[in-house]
């Protein structure tokens, strides 16, 4: 597929750019942006003051950068917003998944000696909906179900088509009006409350099998665990999660001989199937039981073989910078005024945000914030989660990162490289100057990146835009 051709408002927005005197300094700006494609913009300056004296030893200021800014990465997990920072959103998770799994990251090697296992939860079903099926390589009916009649709004509950890959159809209800789309919001709303309780049965159900208190067992045995949320075609959130089980102290130690792999799974299976949660309850809304669905996949990770460490930790970081608009939804909160019809979504989608908006006008459902959520579906929780002791963090891992920035663009970050940190007091006043690149910038950041070309929106948001014409 051929690039797309710049129009002609775009290349002179190119020619505007790579004319400036200052297109060097820009380039290095976007150089360290790493290939945003929605750079922050900011302005102010940084003061490196004497700690004793108070007297000015240096100043930085945004006045001698290209724009009177400067252009920090966006950092964002979505890959639909940023394709960049999201790649480094799903390196990081890697990375710490992994460091969980085999060490490294402060992480010892021998948690590769620790019962360790990928668990995957599923929503229940909320009604038939189209799918593909595999069986030993071959590609199977829909849902052949020829003895049943249609449902009672005359539509056949069964579908004997083979879908493909790339079927539109696939994750639609085979009858809308049979969907119990009330359900499916409300449970995407509650799944990390689910979630929680798991994890509780998880440990009661490890401690009864020890003949141990849960007061005994937090002495002999930790449970750490990373986990990712991963929207379905039908717009329901199921989870992936690596469990494993540590001596007391995490990581560290050895948990204690009779935690095995096969304990592990006893109570992996009997948690998930254990535990329930109440929605509220409105006038026109009973309270309902929700609870995980029949699936319950626990399969043991080793070093080799088939589910390697790498295998898994691959596996979550790539569902950690996607989002429900996989789903046919929006990457951006529904607003009240918005009209549904005339956005770019699924019909089903569709009917799932209107559930939203709907349940979420309801007092009793206030605390779910459904109409904050609808562009998720309901869901509120965070989308990649871990334990505290799995291993190391997304901060710890940022703040590496930046660290190696400043040694290598001192200048650009505003960083005193003469003294030390902790030799200067440093004030820092920023403020918010916009966001984006105006079309011609994001050719040019693409082409100094080696990045993929980002679809051309709307222009880059200045609180004082400094061009007009094309990029007003």
């Known amino acids: 597929m051929p690039a797309p051709v710049p129009s002609p408002l775009t290349l002179r927005d190119i020619a505007r750019r790579a004319t400036s005197p200052d297109y060097h300094r820009w380039t290095a700006q976007i150089r360290r ?70 060490g490294g990251k402060g992480v010892p090697d021998t948690v590769t000696t620790h019962p360790a296992a990928f668990v995957t939860l599923t929503a229940p079903s909320f009604g038939p909906v189209h799918a593909r099926r595999e069986k030993d390589g071959a590609l199977q009916p829909c849902h052949p179900r020829r003895d049943l009649d249609d449902c009672p709004h005359g539509r056949p509950q069964s579908c004997t088509e083979r879908h493909g890959g790339n079927d539109p ?89 009779w935690a095995t792999g096969g304990l592990l799974d006893d109570a992996v299976r009997h948690a998930a199937h254990a535990v329930t949660v109440t929605t509220p309850a409105a006038e026109d809304v009973p309270a ?52 549904l019809n005339r956005l770019n979504i699924r019909n089903h989608a569709q009917r799932l945000i209107s559930e939203c908006r709907r349940l979420g006008a309801l007092a009793e459902m206030a605390d779910l914030r459904l109409a904050d959520w609808a562009h998720m579906l309901g869901f509120r929780g965070h989308f990649s989660t871990k334990s505290r002791r799995y291993s190391t963090t997304l901060g710890a891992l940022r703040e590496a990162r930046a660290a190696f920035n400043q040694r290598e663009h001192d200048i650009t970050t505003g960083r005193l490289p003469l003294f030390d940190d902790d030799q200067v007091l440093v004030v820092a006043h920023w ?30 948001r200045d609180e004082n835009l400094l061009h007009t014409g094309e990029d007003a």
């Open 33 to 102: 942006t790493g290939g945003c494609a929605q750079p922050i913009h900011l302005r102010g300056r940084v003061d490196y003051r004497d700690p004793l004296t108070g007297a000015l030893l240096h100043r930085y200021s945004t006045s001698h950068e290209p724009d009177g800014v400067l252009r920090v990465a966006c950092k964002t997990r979505r890959a639909s917003r940023c394709p960049a920072c999201a790649e480094v959103y799903r390196a990081d998770t890697y990375q710490l998944v992994r460091a969980g799994l085999v």
């Open 431 to 460: 403020d918010y100057a916009g966001q984006g690149h105006t079309p011609g910038e994001a050719f040019l950041s693409a082409a100094i990146n080696g990045t993929s070309l980002p679809p051309l929106g709307p222009p880059r």
């Open 169 to 257: 159809r696939l994750g639609e209800p085979l009858c809308p009006d049979c969907y119990d789309y009330t359900g499916s919001v409300l449970f995407n709303a509650l799944a990390p409350e689910l979630w929680r309780r798991f994890t509780l049965a998880l440990r009661r159900r490890l401690a009864k099998a020890a003949g141990l208190t849960g007061t005994e067992l937090r002495a002999a045995l930790a449970v750490s665990f990373a986990k990712v949320a991963e929207y379905q075609r039908r717009g329901v959130v199921h989870f992936h999660a690596v469990i494993r089980l540590d001596g007391p102290d995490g990581p560290t130690t050895s948990p204690p001989a």
């Open 288 to 339: 309902r039981s929700l609870a995980w669905g029949s699936q319950v996949d626990v399969r043991p990770i080793t070093t080799t073989g088939e589910l390697t460490d790498q295998a898994v930790a691959g596996y979550i970081a790539k569902y950690a910078t996607k989002a429900a608009e996989c789903v046919g939804t929006l990457d951006r909160r529904i607003r009240p005024t918005d009209d």
